[in-house]
């Protein structure tokens, strides 16, 4: 068995699930929660996007319990748009990780822990982006 894989208990059986599939329902629920702007994946993931790995999960760490439960903690980082109240998506991004990956994975969600990295402004970053990907489509033309 992988470092990374665990035996699962269930009442549908016996399975194997890894942390990367359980990170990215986590990360998915994340996402879609408002006022959320994306999951800070760090430096280390980062470079490992950058010269080509992919990883699962991004902004997302997944550990389980010692022993033989199907207790999971969740560690969400997050970038939160400016305007919103951090401890309301917090709480939030709290109940929908929850729900979701206890929903999809019939895993006993032990705790979510949110930390909040950075406040982005919406506006900027985005007009920001379209910008630079306008002046590289220009110099490809």
Same mark, same amino acid.
């Given at each position: 068995?992988?470092?990374?894989?665990?035996? /699962?208990?269930?009442?549908?059986?016996?399975?194997?699930?890894? /942390?990367?599939?359980?990170?990215?329902?986590?990360?998915?629920?994340? @996402?879609?929660?408002?006022?959320?702007?994306?999951?800070?994946?760090?430096?280390?993931?980062? @470079?490992?996007?950058?010269?080509?790995?992919?990883?699962?999960?991004?902004?997302? !760490?997944?550990?389980?319990?010692?022993?033989?439960? =199907?207790?999971?903690?969740?560690?969400?980082?997050? =970038?939160?748009?400016?305007?919103?109240?951090?401890?309301?998506?917090?709480?939030?991004? /709290?109940?929908?990780?929850?729900? =979701?990956?206890?929903?999809?994975?019939?895993?006993?969600? =032990?705790?979510?822990?949110?930390?909040?990295? !950075?406040?982005?402004?919406?506006?900027?970053?985005?007009?920001?982006?379209?910008?630079?990907?306008?002046?590289?489509?220009?110099?490809?033309?």
């Amino acid at each position: 068995m992988m470092e990374s894989d665990r035996r /699962q208990y269930s009442i549908k059986g016996e399975r194997m699930m890894s /942390q990367g599939f359980i990170a990215q329902y986590a990360a998915e629920a994340a @996402l879609h929660t408002n006022g959320v702007f994306g999951l800070n994946t760090g430096l280390v993931s980062g @470079l490992k996007e950058a010269i080509g790995f992919e990883v699962e999960g991004s902004g997302v !760490r997944v550990s389980f319990r010692s022993g033989e439960s =199907d207790d999971v903690i969740i560690t969400v980082y997050l =970038d939160v748009l400016f305007g919103h109240v951090m401890p309301e998506v917090a709480w939030s991004v /709290q109940e929908r990780v929850k729900s =979701d990956v206890e929903r999809y994975t019939g895993l006993n969600v =032990d705790a979510v822990n949110v930390h909040v990295i !950075r406040v982005v402004d919406g506006e900027s970053k985005l007009s920001t982006n379209s910008e630079s990907q306008e002046t590289v489509r220009e110099e490809y033309l």
